[in-house]
């Protein structure tokens, strides 16, 4: 951390600002330039906060040079962190592909979709039980009932389940039936959820809210890795900007970026990325070109009877043909495209 | 609702969108056009999807007339509503000032603050004893036992209590021991916490999230509404844009366009809205001049010993200056300023 | 500037930065921190780039610490900037009202309206001749017969007159015509437009661009500045933002913090800000309070037969009634409304 | 386009909407609704303005249907645009890569780095001889001697010339030396540039905005068709957003998005779009899996002694290794990598 404060601060105010230094643990280290002193600080520098030194009169700016996040960071452990779900693994050099319906409908809506996902041998099966929703007056999922229905789906058909926990009220129900818990975008900054979700024993999926910054999306992973729970699956969905022709911005940015700053697998999530089905397809592809580790897609056998996104759903028939494409592609981008389960028919 | 389809679809699709929407319980009323065709739907529109006829294959764009909110909208209740807190108007024609540090640091920190608000006249005193923070490594809040205190400044200053609630499961104790419940930007769309401050007999100031958009904070209080509790105030405390030089873009905008579509009252909250504490006093001053019912401002005795938002806080001397330009403004903008106690010194 | 580098950085590569340092004139001051060392740089630095540090393998980051903007800031001139038209005093303690319609439409409707403001004591009269817009098909001004209009508009009422200049091209004439010369937020960084309104003798209005930070838009000043013409007011307009209720989202938090940074008047238009005409009289009231120099208003005696922006413009009427709101404001924000004409009629 | 009215609008109101309707020379057609009176318009409604309608006291809200751009999209063209320089065919099934340093420093680095991206099959060879710069002091380009070089770059090495025209006054001599004419971001809606850029007899690559929209930046490439010049490529080039770790956000969603509103070619300049080069590989290779038509990359010799954009070039090495993995994906995608050169070495 480094202040700086003007060539004419006063020499009280100069101690002024060493003492404080010193209070906290830090060195302070004096440079004077032609406009300004800067005084840097080493130390325990990660904790401090900006602004303890912004109210010292003399001092103007203050910049950081060490990251806020410790856990998730490269320099904490550099080489890619891999997730391992009964014998699947997620990050490293795998892409993998989550998918399934935005929401449970019925216990035959469920079963229809997982059995067409099966035999695409995609054995990562999406499908919310517990549905935020902006409107109070819309569906907000079938619930337990819903869960129940997850339970079925991986007993009868070997499925891993990943659904996402809503509120701490029901995470622990969620952790119990779900192989990754996911949590939504506008679930990224809370804070007591994401303290709970570090002490489930599953993977979770954090989904990047709508106006946060990487380093955001990173604080709150960190909050998660804090509480001993290490296997988070990082997700870009779409960031809110002034274009309203898509539903949202898809950041694709993020992957490299992340995958530079964290250990952790990035995923991308096209179907709200831009929200228009018949666009996803060429987000899917262009996602795991910029390296995502992974990617979950809605897909739904009635796009147009769907309770909630069914706009943003492909049919399986036309995820078959994205799945085809992308194992053309993992090659090129050096990752290994393993389904859950051998494919049946292609 | 209107559903607009190619002008070529066939005889059969359009009989398939009127049977879609007669299932629904709505009446279709077809309009022939140059380019498109136009089907107008009459009835019970409120609670449709948008999507549910985007799938259609004929139907190329859906526009919605009728407001997704309701219990909050002028068209519900046209005149403004006034919340009353033991003899305390907020709404109408009050304009009413909320003033305390950021967090509540220790009980004579919170003595001192609210000993000078007292003499200033402020009735409604704001601290926080859980803070949401960004870092799962920052100052998290003195929690119950901030409540402590804040229950003795009620009961030794006969101040009114704001304070945040961070999560279901202390909503209780906070509202408890506040006279008005704040739930934070981060939490705008925690939908859980939402119904739960829907069920509780406490006013609720719910502060409008970074990215969200002036209908879902009105959609957000809606789910207040729709619980039962009529007693809420919204606030504008800044969104987040591509301008860094500020922490917040403060979207004054959203004052008389709230205004005009809810009776609620609004509220500003400048010292996130701009986040540097010398240019708070001018945008309090903007914030009513713009028709704002009230603000919630950051004081704190020693700014620069503050474990949060030091850097945005106002001194109790600077406060009053404040207090005291309000005065001059508010009868230009038609408002009383009544205080909640007898100003001592001015 | 400070550059930084790993803690590991070899020997010669300190060396290399060294040398590069020397190279542009400046001297390297060194500082060994915990995880890095910083290059503290002094001497002529505001011309260097961040870029040219960053390319050596060794240079982490780069941080600033003086402004790239000089001749507009603060510490070049201290005292606030006046600008003088005709016994007109723009800035520092005065409080300045433009009005007029979006574009000229013919000769009738232009001197209805000026009639109508002189009447109110508007001297500042500002009307579009030519007119940027979105589509190629929409009406693009009456050019160069608006300017003479206008010309008639001065001559025989004795107004001042603001106008837009969209290109080089026209700028000679706009300015022969104009006492104001205004610069679209469109064209905010047109640089060739900017370098030449730094070379003519009039007063220049520049407006901020719809995605412009705060520095941008001090940048495009300094172009102007920089070329001898120190005559500018700039003008916060509303910037693009994820909120699409309103035309744009006005940033009043840029008037504080342009004040502080630059000796230059800062107007705000309001119109354009929201775009909504029944919430320009709140925004009016709003920019001033916050401490602008002045107002740019739209006035349309028929909006409603406007050929562009009539949705966001005033009648006389309502106008009339926020310049008497405005003659309360002004003394309480230590500001003199001085109308260029005396009032006949209020 | 759609009007709305309440229902409770006088019979009166309603004549006057149908008259100025009829005025216009389109044809009303109403239709009750529950809560509202709906006017559907047929006619030529492209080219009447929301706004005209919505001074109407009765009308409430106004819907368009038809879209306001007509030369540009598919409607007025189905098949994809060619655009044929000298043999080289841009869009439809071929991809095509324009590399080059950001700006002409000297005619040795030139032919240095045209000379390389020559040997690797690079025909189309980019370098700014003009450059728009936010700081009045930074260097500002070679302009005519850089003119002069890139003539000789083309007359020696047999490269076609892609550069930029950064006013009108100079868009002449630009236009006699390139062969594709660049519009920068910054002048996306400098429409008297883009009237100019549609009467020259060369293809324009015409960069979005930093806040455009999607349509925005048709409506733009709109003008320059309108004037006759159909040879218009388009090219995203990132947003400005919130996220700062990025030097822009670039929005991928525009590629498909682009692709099936217009027949125009869609580039992607991962260059701007990310800011930092070793993030320039995977968002090439994200652009062209999205189903970008081409790419257009900054490559310098010496990165480190850039004048400009250094940060964001990739070197002759790392682009080799590009093009390299663009060979292997453009097929994927159903594409034809052709370079304009045999390539000697790989």
Known sequence: ??????????????????????????????????????????GPTTSLDEEEFLLLDSVQEVLRISKKYKLVSREAKNEDSIIKIDGLEIGGDNLTVIAGPCSIESRQQLFDIAGSLKEMGIRLFRAGAYKPRTSPYAFQGLKEKGLEYLADIKKELGMLIVTEAKDTETLGLVAEVSDIVQIGARN???????????????PVLLKRGLSASIEDLLMSAEYILAQGNFDVILCERGIRTFETYTRNTLDLNAVPVIKKLSHLPVFVDPSHGIGIWDKVPAMSMGAVACGADGLIIEVHNKPNEALSDGFQSLTPKNFEKVLSKLSQLAPIVDKKFVRGFEVKSC
Do not use: R, W
């Open 1 to 42: 951390m480094i202040l700086f404060l003007k060539l004419d601060a006063s020499e009280k105010d100069v101690e002024k600002v060493k003492e404080k230094v010193a209070s906290l643990g830090c060195t302070p280290h004096l440079i004077y330039g032609t406009e300004k002193l800067a005084i840097a600080l080493t």
């Open 188 to 202: 990224m900054q809370n804070f007591s959820l994401l303290e709970k979700a570090g002490c489930i024993e599953k």
